[in-house]
């Protein structure tokens, strides 16, 4: 997970949240966001998007365990890929 985030920085990576569904009481929750994240090279074409859910659990309002699960992990390596090849610093 700590390598996505990075690539977030470089890349320019942007998201929409589609669905969010929240489960229990404030001392204990459980949430589900679902978004849509997308990538777009200096020349304005795509060069990224996924689909992702993220499974969080909380305590008073701080996440305690987290998962994320992408429709396609492979796209994650292929978009660290493309930016080097674009000269583009990930980190």
């Given at each position: 997970?700590?390598r ?6 470089g ?21 589900a ?6 990538a ?12 992702v859910?993220?499974?969080a ?13 992408y ?17 583009i610093?990930?980190?």
């Open positions: 997970m700590a996505t985030h990075k690539l977030i920085l890349a320019g990576l942007k998201g929409e949240v589609t669905e969010i569904l929240t489960s229990g009481p404030p001392r204990a929750m459980t949430l966001a679902r978004f849509n994240d997308h777009t090279g200096p020349d304005g074409k795509e060069i990224y998007s996924n689909k859910v993220v499974i659990r909380t305590r008073w309002g701080k996440i305690v365990d987290q998962s994320d699960f429709e396609d992990s492979n796209r994650i390596g292929e978009l660290d890929s493309k930016l080097t090849e674009l000269g610093d990930a980190v």
